[in-house]
């Protein structure tokens, strides 16, 4: 019975350590979805700054066309320099979200796998120990029946020999058997 148990425990242990996993596969989509926010904002924060920067260039009311074409210039350059830093931390955060989702798939078929096998181990086990179960039962039964109980041999009176007087020896008790003790 106690084997019982441990499997019961060992069930338990299992159900645990899934819920801990499936946390973990709880926080990580969290995070991913606030990492795709982080991106968004950090992009209209560029794109805000850039704004601003034209216009004080605008503001700025330069006397010189080519100064201004080379100030529009470096704005424009700045913009795509920013741009193409903008387009990388958006594909490393594609692949990161893009791992992050792998490595959630693999997680979350583990798990699966674990149930399925926890549950066909656990049903084995059940049964045995309801076969287990069936055969103390039946032994319980068996003891209850036999309720025979010891007596001290009433031909010997409990020695297991008979003194013989003809012989002058003593013999085996035959009802007992040199014993001592009948049941009944």
């Not at 899934?18 to 979805?33: F, P, T």
């Not at 529009?72 to 958006?90: I, M, P, Y």
């Amino acid at each position: 019975m106690s084997d019982y148990f441990d499997k019961i425990k060992h069930i338990e242990e299992i159900e645990k350590k899934v819920n801990k996993i499936e946390n973990v596969i709880k926080r990580m989509q969290e995070l991913s979805s606030q990492k795709e926010h982080f991106v968004h904002v950090v992009i209209e924060e560029n794109i805000n700054n850039i704004h601003k920067r034209i216009d004080e260039i605008e503001k700025n009311h330069l006397v010189n066309s080519a100064e201004k074409v080379g100030h529009l210039g470096r704005a424009l350059h700045t913009l795509s320099e920013e741009n193409e830093k903008l387009e990388t931390l958006l594909n490393r955060k594609w692949n990161e979200n893009s791992e992050l989702s792998k490595r959630l798939l693999e997680l979350e078929r583990c798990i699966d796998y674990m149930k399925e096998n926890d549950v066909n181990r656990n049903t084995h086990y059940l049964s045995q120990f309801e076969r287990i179960d069936e055969i103390v039962n039946l032994i319980k039964e068996n003891n209850m029946r036999d309720r025979r109980k010891p007596h001290k041999c009433p031909v010997c009176d409990g020695y297991g020999k008979i003194l013989s007087l003809i012989a002058q020896e003593s013999n085996k008790c035959n009802a007992c058997e040199g014993k001592g003790v009948i049941w009944g």
